[in-house]
């Protein structure tokens, strides 16, 4: 029976920082205008999987009205 090789314990957490920090750079992405599609291009993670993973919320501004003196 062969053995599963043991994982260490920092190339875990290593990969669950690096994870972190590609989510971070994501959601900073979506934050200022870029597409899902656009990310899923840097990314190959699916364009599907980063709208699920990142919703934003996309609406119409409302202008501010000019207060009157």
Avoid: C, H, W
């Amino acid at each position: 029976m062969a053995r599963k090789p043991r994982s260490n314990k920092n190339e875990d957490r290593f990969t669950k920082e690096i994870r972190q920090i590609r989510n971070l750079l994501i959601l900073i992405a979506r934050k200022v205008g870029a597409t899902a599609d656009e990310v899923d291009y840097a990314t190959r993670m699916g364009a599907a999987n980063i709208r699920a993973m990142f919703p934003v919320k996309r609406g119409k501004k409302q202008a501010r009205r000019a207060t009157q003196p």
